[in-house]
């Protein structure tokens, strides 16, 4: 389990594009959580290549990724309070 979070300019229209790019790049990988945060249960190759894919998208002069390590007891570890329930990446997804 890996926590992405990230932090783009948007004060100009080149800013508001890469947030759009990096959105959609980490929804390809996990699950939204909040805004600017992702919830993704990949493997090291996946991490890899939506890592790769980031870092090539945002200005490494105004724009920061996180990137957060969960490791394989991160359930013990994640807690929610308030709206928006929460999911479990590793339960059945229902069409």
Not at 7 to 25: C, F, M, N, S, Y
Not at 43 to 60: G, K, T
Not at 79 to 90: R, V
Request: charged share 25%.
């Amino acid at each position: 389990m890996v926590l992405i979070t990230y932090d783009v300019e948007t004060t100009t229209p080149a800013g508001r594009k890469r947030l759009r790019k990096v959105a959609k790049q980490c929804v390809n990988f996990g699950q939204r959580v909040q805004n600017s945060v992702f919830e993704c249960l990949i493997d090291p190759v996946q991490f890899a290549e939506l890592r790769h894919q980031l870092e090539s998208i945002i200005n490494s002069e105004t724009d920061s990724l996180r990137y957060y390590f969960l490791g394989n007891n991160w359930k013990a570890r994640v807690e929610h309070i308030g709206s928006k329930t929460s999911y479990d990446p590793e339960g059945t997804i229902l069409i």
